[in-house]
T-cell receptor, first 114, second 116 residues
């Protein structure tokens, strides 16, 4: 059972455009939603995270939008740059259980064309 | 650089063998996590330790085990290796205790395991 569904699998965006990656979750107990960026040969790096008590969080060019009723959240990358080309993973966690293993989506391979 | 170190970077071994992967968390982080990344399964949580104690298990096989030592470094032991165990194994550490509102996990560079 895939608890976090991520789409699209791959995405091509022109330089300067907006990249949008979507995730949907099933477990309503999830209460922490991070996004990770991974370059080839590297480990995932934490980009930005949100809790469900807010609907949006912005850090620089990266914004998370969160829709609790729809059980969906998305990552927006504004003014996308070639250096943003990487694989992006959404994840979710239930912090109240005392066990903090992240449940990841399958990833989105993003290519920013110059 | 996340501050999490993992050794070795690459490991090639044969089926049936046993290997040990090592992780040193960021200075001061008490929580250590192990994840497996493969093409078919994606990134999967294996096991979590906090200050030397096991806190949670994910999709970890019985052939796999781990421990966290008093100096907080951790080792993941994989035994009776099969071809399907070939994957990237990541260690992550966190400054947040289990159950925190924000659980920032910082990943190491990984160990690529190839089972022939």
């Amino acid at each position: 059972q895939q608890q976090v569904k991520q789409s699209p699998q791959s995405l091509i965006v022109q330089k300067g455009g907006i990249s949008i990656i979507n995730c949907a979750y099933e477990n309503t107990a999830f209460d922490y939603f991070p996004w990770y960026q991974q370059f080839p040969g590297k480990g995932p790096a934490l980009l930005i995270a949100i809790r469900p008590d807010v609907s949006e969080k912005k850090e620089g060019r990266f914004t998370i939008s969160f829709n609790k009723s729809a059980k969906q959240f998305s990552l927006h990358i504004m003014d996308s740059q070639p250096g943003d080309s990487a694989t992006y993973f959404c994840a979710a966690l239930y912090s109240g259980g005392g066990a903090d293993g992240l449940t990841f989506g399958k990833g989105t391979h993003l290519i920013i064309q110059p | 650089d996340s501050g999490v170190t993992q050794t070795p970077k690459h490991l090639i071994t044969a089926t049936g063998q046993r290997v040990t992967l090592r992780c040193s968390p960021r200075s001061g982080d008490l929580s250590v996590y192990w994840y497996q990344q493969s093409l078919d399964q994606g990134l999967q949580f294996l096991i979590q330790y906090y200050n030397g104690e096991e806190r949670a298990k994910g999709n970890i096989l019985e052939r796999f085990s781990a421990q966290q030592f008093p100096d907080l470094h951790s080792e993941l032991n994989l035994s009776s290796l099969e071809l399907g165990d070939s994957a990237l194994y990541f260690c992550a550490s966190s400054p947040n205790p289990p159950g925190s509102s924000y659980n920032e996990q910082f990943f190491g560079p990984g160990t690529r395991l190839t089972v022939l």
